[in-house]
Each structure stands twice: as C-alpha cells, then as structure tokens.
T-cell receptor
Framework: KQEVTQIPAALSVPEGENLVLNCSFT??????LQWFRQDPGKGLTSLLL?????REQTSGRLNASLDKSSGRSTLYIAASQPGDSATYLC????????????FGSGTRLLVRP | KAGVTQTPRYLIKTRGQQVTLSCSPI?????VSWYQQTPGQGLQFLFE???????NKGNFPGRFSGRQFSNSRSEMNVSTLELGDSALYLC????????????FGPGTRLLVL
C-alpha cells in the first residue's frame, strides 16, 4: 500500500530564508509526483510535476527533485516571501492503473516578515 | 483557458438530505477526479471518470456516486447525508490522468448540520 509522508508538519521561517520541504513515499512504482500549494479554505494550485523518469523540475524560485529509488522528493524554495505562506502538499500517481493521486498530509509553512 | 470550476461553492444541508455537486473541467480535458478533504483524514480519492466511464472508485460508501457527461462535465451526488460528510470536495481535471498535471478547482465546502 502506497503511503506518502511529509516532514515537517509545520515550519516557520523569517523572510528571505531558503528552505526545503520533504516528501517520502513507500512504493517506487509511480508515474509521477506532483507538488501543490493550498491557501486556507481554497483549492489546490499545482506547482511542479516531476515524471518518474526525471530527477528535477524548476519553476521560478521553486525547485523539486525526485529520487525514486529512495522514495524521496524535496521542494526547495529560494528567498522565501510572506506570500509563500500556505500548506504544501505532495502527491504521487501510482503505476497500477488506479488513476488516483495519493497525498501526503502537507507541510504548513509560515514566512514571517 | 478558463480553469476548473465547481458549483456551488458553499452548501449547508441537514442530515438525511442529499446533495449534488458539479464540476466543469478545463476545456479539452477528459479526465475528472473527485477528492474529499477533511482535517482528520486529509485528501482522499472518491472517483475518476474518463470519457463518461468511471475507471476507479475510492473506499467510500455507496451513498457517494458520480457521473460524467459527454461534454466532460461531472457531477457527484451524496445521498442520506451524515455529519461526517462535512468536508471540502475538490474536483481535478487533466487531459490524461496519470501522465499529466492535474488541475484542481476551488472546491465546494459542504456543511451538514
């Protein structure tokens, strides 16, 4: 059974700091891994998608890496800003034709001005 | 391109009633998935539809049902509402579930009294 874990559950950093969010999964048979951002009471915003054959993806100040063999992904946020405050979720899409994302429980990030 | 839209955005119902939620995917997307989000259980998969066919259903009771129309719009129905059905219901669309980015709508917040 695929399980996705995100550590830490919450993180508070001062503005300008570079930070890393972690995601681990138990089964390496995945099609891809996706990182999302969720603001309170809102839907999910897709940040980055990494296909299983890729090692990393970058978008602006965000960089996500994937190591399938160890079952880990990291989301790196450079020069954090108060507007980055949100919950960050990772999700994996399994290779078993289940057509569903399996989500971690998220990391709640607060960037202090 | 317009994003994923969900209606209504908020609903208040009483126990025993039924409810229908609607999701319009991004134009051209044929895969629509539904997820339930609660503070205790996080994000859980309800079902996925592709070209009007349900390809997978999550571990929810039969009171939860859905369908997809020929224009890819989808509805989900919950009958005989229980207090525990209070949640944020999120819809996601993609052109090909599993291989491409899934885009989420803003969600429907359901409160059961």
């Amino acid at each position: 059974k695929q399980e996705v874990t995100q550590i830490p559950a919450a993180l508070s950093v001062p503005e300008g700091e570079n930070l890393v969010l972690n995601c681990s999964f138990t089964d390496s048979a995945i099609y891809n891994l996706q990182w999302f951002r969720q603001d309170p009471g809102k839907g999910l915003t897709s940040l980055l998608l990494i296909q299983s054959s890729q090692r990393e993806q970058t978008s602006g100040r965000l960089n996500a890496s994937l190591d399938k063999s160890s079952g880990r992904s990291t989301l790196y946020i450079a020069a954090s800003q108060p507007g980055d405050s949100a919950t960050y979720l990772c999700a994996v899409f399994r290779m078993d034709s289940s057509y569903k994302l399996i989500f971690g429980s998220g990391t709640r990030l607060l960037v202090r001005p | 391109k317009a994003g994923v839209t969900q209606t209504p955005r908020y609903l208040i119902k009483t126990r025993g009633q039924q409810v229908t939620l609607s999701c319009s995917p991004i134009s051209g997307h044929r895969s629509v998935s539904w997820y339930q989000q609660t503070p205790g259980q996080g994000l859980q998969f309800l079902f996925e539809y592709f070209s009007e066919t349900q390809r997978n259903k999550g571990n929810f009771p039969g009171r939860f049902s859905g369908r997809q129309f020929s224009n890819s719009r989808s509805e989900m129905n919950v009958s005989t509402l229980e207090l525990g059905d209070s949640a944020l219901y999120l819809c996601a669309s993609s052109s090909a579930a599993g291989t491409e980015t899934q885009y989420f709508g803003p969600g429907t917040r359901l409160l059961v009294l």
